[in-house]
């Protein structure tokens, strides 16, 4: 039988919206010494918010005004296995204290790589540096140096995390290619995503990796540590669960709206995206049309984030000027 402790989490933000909290467990607790962001059991009978609540004030003794939902891990240790429900909290009162004996830090997000997390905890860690504009490479790009110019662009913009989704491989640069992409993606403290499979992460010196449906369907667990991002591409319910199955960190829905790369392929309009969103509780990105005006209406219809590529590659405006 499967009996997962769930436990309630929370991300919570300070006033400025750049550091979050996190706490360091005691020795009397499993995992001491590793740092976690602070939480704990849901009790029987108990709600989440409830439950998230109570615990933030018995351990650091502020109020949770408001909480949204981030996303769920389900995470097997050696010893227990457990089901973590996150939360971000950016709506609080009080002075957090250390009422556990524990010890506090506020730090930032792009830091927190540099403490020791559980591993299930890693999921959230990289979760959190999702950006909510994500862009995509073209399937084939003759001209390297334009694609390696356009992505530089992206991340000086602003956008952090950018895909490499080449259909083809078989150029002898393509390794060349992934090395200057990644290290003008750690230059300007962004996130490489290749579009391929758990293999790549041995590889190339990447972030993570992005799974097209068909590929996704091939796997029963996470093909991936959570040191990485995993992404994958649905369509639908059944692709959709079996992404959270995997733990996986987002994914795309498309095509949201009508698209010049693929006219053959139906949009699904935003009400049916929001449909199918409601089925998982990861962070959804919108694909299929989109550009960076799209996204105050994208979170409105329960998305994360938006994806982009003919708004990047097929447009003659300055990726920064878009982004205004």
Aim: overall charge neutral; some cysteine.
């Amino acid at each position: 039988m499967d009996i997962r402790i769930h436990v309630a989490v929370g991300i919570i933000f300070n006033p400025d919206k750049d550091k979050v909290l996190i706490t360091k467990r005691t020795v009397k607790q499993h995992l001491a010494g590793y740092w976690e962001f602070p939480g704990g059991k849901v009790e029987k009978n108990e709600d989440v918010v409830s439950a998230l609540s109570r615990e933030l004030y018995e351990e650091l003794g502020i109020f949770v005004n408001s909480a949204k939902k981030f996303t769920t891990i389900s995470y097997d240790y050696p010893d227990k296995k457990v089901l973590l429900d996150v939360w971000k909290i950016e709506d609080w009162h009080g002075e957090p204290s250390s009422r556990e004996n524990q010890e506090l830090n506020w730090i930032k997000i792009d830091n927190l790589k540099f403490y020791a997390f559980p591993e299930a905890n890693k999921h959230i860690i990289q979760s959190l540096s999702l950006s909510r504009i994500y862009a995509i490479s073209p399937e084939s790009e003759k001209d390297y140096s334009h694609l390696l110019s356009v992505a530089e662009e992206c991340f000086v913009s602003g956008i952090k995390l950018f895909q490499l989704r080449f259909k083809s491989r078989t150029n002898n640069n393509y390794a060349d290619l992934v090395k200057k992409l990644g290290d003008l993606a750690k230059k300007n403290n962004a996130k490489l995503i290749l579009n391929g499979t758990h293999l790549d992460v041995k590889r190339y010196n990447i972030d993570g990796i992005h799974l097209k449906s068909k590929e996704l369907m091939n796997y029963e667990n996470r093909p991936i540590s959570g040191d990485y991002i995993l992404g994958a591409s649905c369509h639908n319910e059944k692709e959709l669960i079996r992404a959270e199955k995997l733990n996986a960190n987002y994914v795309f829905i498309s095509p949201v709206l009508a698209t010049t790369s693929h006219p053959e392929k139906n949009a699904i309009g935003w009400d049916r995206f929001f449909e199918l969103s409601e089925k998982v509780e990861l962070p959804v990105y919108a694909l299929g049309g989109m550009t960076p005006a799209d996204l105050n209406v994208a979170k409105k219809y329960n998305a994360y984030g938006v994806a982009m590529i003919g708004a990047i590659w097929n447009s003659n405006r300055a990726i920064s000027e878009m982004l205004l």
